[in-house]
């Protein structure tokens, strides 16, 4: 369209005033641009939490969204008037297959409503396609490849090895299947073991072929047989229909914006092409509720708490790890206390316990799981969330709530326990080590390396290993309402997929975080529809850190309690609801009971 007012030196013209008014539109919607393409770059599998990291913050570098602030961010722009599509470049090499399940039904989401194109160089994994095939169209590099190759597992065994170096293996385990303990007393597959590792990737192959096939329209034979022959190159891959196109970033961001309705371009990167915004400052444009204080008579909306269990289980408080190489855990004391302080909180509904965990200690593990039970008691319904992996002390601390939700792809299950530990008194004795013991009592140095178990406390902790598997297994059927025999009819340390253990009647429904979230909701006498606030514990601001709290009493949540807290020089702690991040770890415990 032409202006038939020219325009004169040192006045804005029309295209002067458009740009004008779209920044002032934009800034009036939280700095998002009207019909902008949000792009996000999925290298790495988001994360269940993410800390403070210093070293990022030196390399200036953002923290990354975490799985939760991701999905939430999609599902909310598949209904933003102001989001016209979604590009994504997706190259993961390898990442657990709950979490890619919840991000991936996020994105179908957001497919069934816009437009969205997933893009690659090569697609490096299985799990890496299985997510782009969610997305509209499918693109790759012409030196790419997709490996969708489907699903193995390898295990490792130091028996042998840790024989030729002087160093015996000693281990209790009560289940055939928890296998935790097999790198240390086993030269290859138990059969126990073996059965449980194929039916897992049975599982997840299933699941993932399923859903390509759905996905791409094509069968589900289709699938195997091309998986049989990936990594595909670019002309296998189109014609077997897994790939839509092949291209170059530039064409496919041309793509995306002629699907989003955009005018004809010829550079996606030019002056007139649609606004682009990450999805990370999509997700941080919207302005979460802050916490507020109860007034008499004025009752406002209700909240969901959400406790995060994230990392190995240990007792005490556990933390985050030391940078770089230090992993974090979850401490039952830390974990405990945020369920007490949900529980008495009047604002909140109901608890949901997100869980990513591979188990842990005994004593945290059951620490935890006391607080459930105590949450229940008091009136607050707790629905169990399960990440990535949820197992032996992950399930445990679970197997209390009112209800299990967990991804189709999560482990979880084992329910077992082992304990054990390394005897190194050959290795001394080869290197010249000496050592010797002084002891009051029989069994004060009976964790000690230099000697192996007595006859006495072996037999000592066999029997401690029948009481922990038959009380694990009890408060199993109790929680799910089953007979001991049928849960030790799928426990004895078993893992499970998540959608083997909801057939089995470990997990109630299948989904991520946002379904149980709607499942604590109607527990709570809501509608599964209706609009709560997230409160996310345990709190890790820095305030927290230099100010402990005074007493491990709950954080006060009526008026006059809070009122009293000011009294005290305690108000931040009554206002401060700043979710704890964590980051996962795996580690053995030698000398200490496992889940």
């Not at 206002?575 to 000398?591: E, I, K, P, S, Y």
Request: glycine content about 10%; some cysteine; charged content about 25%.
């Amino acid at each position: 369209m032409f202006s038939l007012l020219p325009k004169l030196p040192g006045l804005p013209g029309p295209d002067d005033i458009r740009g004008v008014v779209r920044r002032v539109d934009t800034a009036r919607h939280n700095g998002i641009p009207d019909g902008c393409i949000l792009e996000l770059d999925l290298q790495h599998a988001p994360p269940e939490t993410a800390g403070f990291d210093p070293m990022a913050l030196i390399a200036g570098q953002a923290r990354p969204l975490t799985l939760r602030e991701m999905v939430a961010a999609i599902h909310r722009a598949a209904e933003d008037d102001r989001v016209a599509g979604l590009i994504a470049r997706v190259q993961i090499a390898a990442a657990p297959a709950g979490p890619i399940q919840e991000l991936r039904a996020a994105i179908a989401e957001f497919t069934a409503a816009k437009p969205s194109l997933a893009w690659a160089e090569t697609y490096p994994g299985t799990m890496s396609y299985y997510l782009a095939s969610a997305f509209g169209e499918v693109w790759m590099q012409p030196s790419g490849t997709v490996g969708l190759v489907g699903f193995a597992t390898n295990a490792m065994f130091l028996r042998d090895a840790l024989a030729k170096a002087g160093i015996e293996a000693q281990f209790v385990a009560r289940g055939e299947y928890k296998s935790a303990a097999n790198l240390f007393t086993q030269d290859s597959y138990t059969d126990a073991h073996r059965e449980a590792d194929t039916a897992l990737v049975e599982s997840l192959h299933a699941q993932v072929r399923a859903a390509v096939a759905e996905s791409r329209d094509i069968e589900p034979a289709a699938v195997d047989e091309l998986a049989d022959r990936a990594p595909l190159l670019r002309d296998d891959a189109v014609a077997g229909r897994l790939v839509d196109r092949i291209g170059y970033r530039d064409e496919a961001y041309l793509r995306i914006m002629e699907l989003a309705g955009a005018q004809e371009l010829s550079d996606p990167d030019g002056d007139d092409a649609p606004d682009r915004l990450f999805l990370s400052r999509y997700a941080r444009s919207h302005r979460p509720e802050l916490p507020s204080v109860k007034v008499p008579g004025r009752k406002g909306r209700p909240a969901i708490a959400v406790v995060t269990l994230d990392g190995q289980i240990v007792s005490g408080r556990g933390g985050p790890g030391v940078l770089p190489i230090g992993g974090s855990s979850a401490g039952g004391d830390t974990i405990a206390a945020a369920l007490r302080a949900a529980a008495t909180d009047d604002d909140v509904s109901a608890i949901v316990l997100r869980v990513d965990s591979p188990g842990g200690a005994v004593t945290g593990s059951e620490t935890i799981w006391r607080e459930v039970v105590r949450a229940r008691a008091a009136g607050k319904p707790v629905v169990a969330s399960m990440g990535a992996v949820a197992a032996s002390g992950g399930y445990y601390v679970s197997m209390a709530a009112d209800a299990i939700v967990a991804n189709p792809g999560t482990i979880t299950g084992s329910i077992g326990v082992v304990t054990g530990k390394l005897v190194a008194r050959d290795l001394k004795e080869r290197l010249g080590v000496g050592s010797d013991t002084v002891r009051t009592n029989a069994n004060a140095d009976a964790w000690s390396i230099n000697a192996p178990f007595t006859p006495e406390q072996h037999t000592r902790v066999e029997a401690e290993a029948d009481l922990f598997y038959t009380d694990f297994v009890q408060r199993v059927a109790e929680g799910r309402d089953m007979t001991v025999d049928d849960v030790d009819a799928v426990a004895r340390g078993r893992v499970w997929t998540g959608a083997d253990a909801a057939e089995r009647g470990l997990v109630d429904e299948l989904g991520g975080l946002r379904t149980a979230i709607r499942r604590a909701k109607v527990l709570a006498g809501l509608d599964a529809d209706d609009k709560v606030r997230i409160i996310g514990y345990p709190g890790s601001s820095l305030r927290d850190r230099l100010r402990p709290k005074p007493s491990s009493q709950p954080t006060a949540a009526s008026l006059s309690q809070a009122v009293g807290a000011v009294l005290v020089g305690s108000a931040a702690e009554a206002l401060d609801h700043v979710q704890r991040q964590f980051t996962g770890a795996t580690a053995l415990w030698l000398g200490d009971w496992r889940f």
